[in-house]
């Protein structure tokens, strides 16, 4: 490796993908704990809406595989949610973890004895009609974190609308524009970053270069593997998420 992409290494940001989430339940508080310990720089959550307009911190639009429940994620209450258990099924160790609250979470990064990020991907925001959006630069809004000025939260997604929808009530924040199969238009002020997955970027590195030649930083998900580590240091890619925070914050300091 070169001197600068070994300086490039050294200032890699590492985000936790649902906490730490290979040895933990993903987005409960003890993946976010255990995250925290092991040196990330940020913790990224999805968030949905509860059918009473809860934000909790869920992935799928259903619970059956993260918990001992059944449903979709908008049509039950806090309250229902709370009742299930969403440890178990990552092992016995696990069992009686909670769907945790995006307010939760805010507040165990912002309890932190050094600066924790959080990096909030918006699930789904069409179908809940820009709620979602309005729900969390509320939440943020209640911490003063929505203009972006202390620089913890960042907000993500898959959906051009979303992040469109979040510049116009929090023109502060920055945005991630997430993508999955192919390079879509995107630029300032709706996303100043994008965010490939680790399959695009293997199959095509050279986005990565033309990606930062439209000004935009750079970051990869889900990164977990040493080789892809060592690939998107080549690359020159800013932020890599990972579900292994320990091991990746490690393998980048040997490099
Ligand atoms: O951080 C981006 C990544 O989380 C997007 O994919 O399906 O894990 O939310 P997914
Ligand atoms: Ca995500």
């Not at 449903?71 to 039950?76: D, F, I, K, N």
Request: contains cysteine; charged residues 30%.
């Amino acid at each position: 490796m070169t001197h600068t992409q070994l300086r490039t290494a050294r200032a890699v940001r590492v985000v936790a993908h649902r906490g730490a989430s290979h040895e933990h339940p993903e987005h409960t508080l003890a993946a976010y704990r255990q995250a925290v310990a092991d040196g990330a720089d940020a913790l990224e959550c999805d968030v949905r809406l509860t059918a009473d307009h809860r934000l909790v911190c869920v992935h799928d639009r259903r619970v059956e595989r993260t918990s001992d429940g059944r449903g979709v994620v908008s049509e039950m209450t806090y309250e229902e949610l709370s009742a299930l258990d969403f440890g178990g099924w990552k092992g016995e160790a696990h069992r009686g973890a909670q769907v945790l609250l995006f307010e939760d979470l805010l507040k165990e990064a912002l309890a932190a004895d050094r600066p924790v990020g959080l990096a909030v991907e918006t699930k789904h925001p069409t179908r809940a009609g820009g709620r979602l959006e309005a729900e969390l630069v509320r939440v943020l809004k209640d911490h003063g974190l929505a203009d972006g000025r202390a620089g913890l939260v960042e907000v993500m997604s898959f959906s051009r609308n979303a992040l469109i929808r979040l510049n116009r009530l929090a023109p502060g924040l920055p945005a991630v524009y997430l993508i999955e199969r192919r390079l879509r238009p995107v630029r300032p002020p709706f996303a100043g970053h994008a965010g490939p997955g680790i399959d695009l970027v293997r199959k095509d590195p050279g986005l990565v270069g033309r990606l930062k030649a439209k000004g935009l930083r750079v970051r990869v998900w889900t990164v977990d593997e040493p080789e892809d580590v060592e690939l998107c240091v080549r690359l020159g890619v800013d932020t890599l998420i990972t579900n292994r925070p320990r091991e990746v914050r490690e393998y980048l300091g040997s490099l």
